[in-house]
């Protein structure tokens, strides 16, 4: 049977500032004439509004109330529209809306960084504007957080497995806007306060006069995941020439200071002089000689004149002595101050060694280090449970022994909590990718983009072409540079492909269409543009066409910790897609993972953030403008660059 009124039309609940006009919209249809009555709702009183008797209200924003709409017909009969809310932003930042505001969500309100204990309650708070009013969609460490769908984060209880970076996409009909994405730390405070944990991991291969490495590759990528765990903030970077490796260790001691725990973690060739270490860069020459090289000594005298908590040094590299003539470096004798442990791959004299299996390798000492360095107990017992461990392996009897030097005084474990982290020292392991995007060629056909930081120097852009439109057929997409690309040769020859083992351990269950490879980022002195070619067949024709997209990714992402701006997050609006070097692959070459048999070489797994896009709805969320007079005075202060992303 017809319902004697049917509404075709609701009224949506919108977002705006004050002063702002427009018109809440309702149509119904009945069998006979219809009246219209709106009606509005504030502090709990409902009360009609007089003379609104029309299907459009106008309004010019001024509280922020609810609102429905009642339809009657000639024979009584009556229904009441959806409520929406009318959300009013008493106090924004200049400029905002822009001057040509459509309706697209307007960030007008960032969250805050946080340092809550465990057990306590977290909250974060963000706010958009728009038409129809914004629905939010909460995001750790770029993964959806399923029941965060409001402006409001709630946490009753924090676990430190809270911790991470926050940010939130507010979206509408119009398009999506995200946030400043923010660092939380949820820890136990002590009497003693820990001020950071910061991790430093380097990984050289390619050398240019010395013999390839391939374990590194994987145990820096493995033991960045494992780091990352304990809550430690890691970089980790492959391949750097003597340069890079001085500014890379320069930015990592600037960031020390009392109550750090630090972690500096190198594996590539290396040799022993006259008991000091010494790491090899890429761009070496023969014969090692200390100038050429850097001094581990060096650096962990740096390390400790920072008064750090703890200082661990883990070198995966070989001790061989060489070149007895050469001086030695000038380092100063160490400062007894108790907080340093030292773990040597191998001993004097010897060598250590990489244990290779089938597209991955990795190195004796990692394969033990990784099974141990969660345990919850001190430093130099975890690392004392991994030599034990080396020392019963038949592959390496005789040839490799672990070796443990340490002054720690105090029970020091990786696994202590943080309570505090100076803002420097949050963001040094931000080494963000940009959100998954969609793009859509002229023809319809939608491709989705996704960006994948495999180490803090190494992307992967990975391309996934959505069902086409029906008159799209024999689709076919290629990523390539453009002719005018300045950077291809130093990216190409950067190039590594071991790496691409690691993306197919993560990919090995979803196909992709390409894969580009974007390594030595610490190079880049320009923007990278990468180009989308789609070849595909018109049905309508039978003609063979291609259609050529292009999309820019900033050098101050790709190079961040080898800039001047180091210290500062990248902004998620305003980055655009990123390029790659040369490397396509189709899918079934992403998902094989052959298996070789192992065997020892001298040298020396895992979830990607994925976004979805949110659906919006008009239904209203609690009344909550009381909340809008704390944030005044916050935005006030802010100003438009800090409030409009």
């Avoid at 995001?139 to 991470?164: C, F, M, P």
């Amino acid at each position: 049977m017809q319902e004697a009124i049917a509404i075709t039309e609701q009224p949506v609940s919108v977002s705006v500032p004050v002063g702002y006009s427009f018109s809440l919209r309702c149509r119904a249809e009945g069998r006979t004439s219809l009246q219209y009555q709106w009606f509005c709702q504030r502090q709990s009183v409902c009360r009609q509004i007089p003379g609104a008797t029309n299907p459009d209200l106008p309004i010019t924003a001024q509280q922020t109330q609810l609102y429905t709409c009642r339809i009657n017909d000639l024979y009584r009969n009556a229904v009441f529209s959806d409520w929406v809310k009318v959300e009013v932003h008493q106090c924004v930042a200049r400029g905002l809306p822009p001057q040509l505001w459509r309706g697209e969500p307007v960030i007008v309100l960032n969250p805050t960084e946080q340092q809550v204990e465990v057990g306590k309650p977290l909250q974060l708070q963000c706010a958009a504007m728009g038409v129809p009013a914004p629905s939010y969609q909460w995001y750790r460490n770029g993964n959806l957080l399923e029941h965060q769908k409001k402006k409001k984060l709630w946490i009753t209880h924090a676990k430190v497995s809270d911790s991470g970076t926050y940010l939130c996409c507010a979206s509408n009909s119009h398009g999506e806007h995200w946030t400043n994405a923010v660092d939380i730390h949820i820890g136990t405070c002590r009497s003693e306060k820990f001020f950071g944990k910061i991790a430093l991991l380097v990984g050289n291969n390619r050398y240019q006069h010395h013999p390839n490495l391939m374990a590194p590759v994987t145990d820096v990528f493995e033991l960045r995941l494992l780091l990352e765990q304990l809550g430690f903030q890691v970089v980790s970077l492959l391949d750097l020439n003597k340069a890079e490796m001085a500014t890379a260790v320069s930015r990592f001691l600037q960031l020390l200071g009392k109550g750090v725990y630090a972690i500096f973690y190198y594996a590539g060739h290396g040799y022993e002089h006259l008991g000091r270490n010494y790491m090899v860069p890429v761009d070496a020459p023969q014969p090692y000689v200390p100038e050429n090289c850097i001094s581990v000594q060096r650096i962990l005298q740096k390390m400790q004149q920072q008064q750090t908590a703890l200082n661990l040094i883990l070198l995966d590299t070989c001790r061989k002595w060489y070149n007895p003539e050469c001086a030695l470096s000038q380092v100063q004798p160490l400062e007894p101050w108790g907080n340093t442990v030292y773990g040597y791959a191998t001993s004097e004299d010897a060598e250590a060694y990489e244990l290779q299996d089938g597209e991955f390798s990795s190195g004796i000492f990692m394969k033990y280090l990784k099974k141990h360095i969660l345990q919850e107990k001190k430093v130099t017992h975890m690392l004392e449970d991994v030599l034990e461990d080396i020392g019963r392996d038949p592959l390496v009897t005789g040839k490799q022994v672990m070796e443990i030097k340490h002054t720690l005084k105090e029970a020091r474990s990786l696994t202590d909590p943080i309570c505090l982290s100076g803002a420097a020292a949050e963001r040094w392991g931000c080494g963000h990718e940009p959100l998954s995007k969609t793009v859509t060629f002229p023809c319809g056909a939608r491709v989705e983009l996704g960006f994948h930081r495999l180490f803090s120097n190494l992307m992967y852009v990975c391309a996934k072409l959505q069902p086409p439109p029906a008159h799209v057929a024999d689709a076919r997409l290629l990523l390539c540079w453009p002719a005018e690309m300045d950077n291809v040769a130093i990216l190409k020859e950067s190039r590594l492909d071991q790496v691409e083992s690691l993306l197919a351990s993560v990919y090995k269950r979803e196909e992709l269409d390409c894969v580009f490879q974007l390594c030595g980022l610490q190079k880049i002195q320009t923007d990278v543009v990468l180009q989308l070619d789609l070849h595909y067949t018109q049905l309508s024709t039978k003609q063979r066409t291609c259609e050529s997209l292009q999309t820019t990714l900033q050098k101050s992402l790709l190079g961040q910790f080898f800039s001047q701006r180091n210290y500062s997050l990248p902004n998620y609006q305003r980055t655009p897609a990123c390029a790659g070097s040369t490397c396509l692959r189709d899918a079934s070459a992403l998902s094989t993972d052959p298996k070789g048999q192992a065997s020892l070489r001298t040298g020396s797994g895992h979830s990607l953030p994925s976004s979805n896009p949110s659906n919006f709805s008009s239904e209203p969320e609690e009344n909550d403008e009381s909340d809008l007079s704390e944030l005044c005075s916050a935005l006030l202060r802010a100003g438009p660059g800090q409030d409009y992303p």
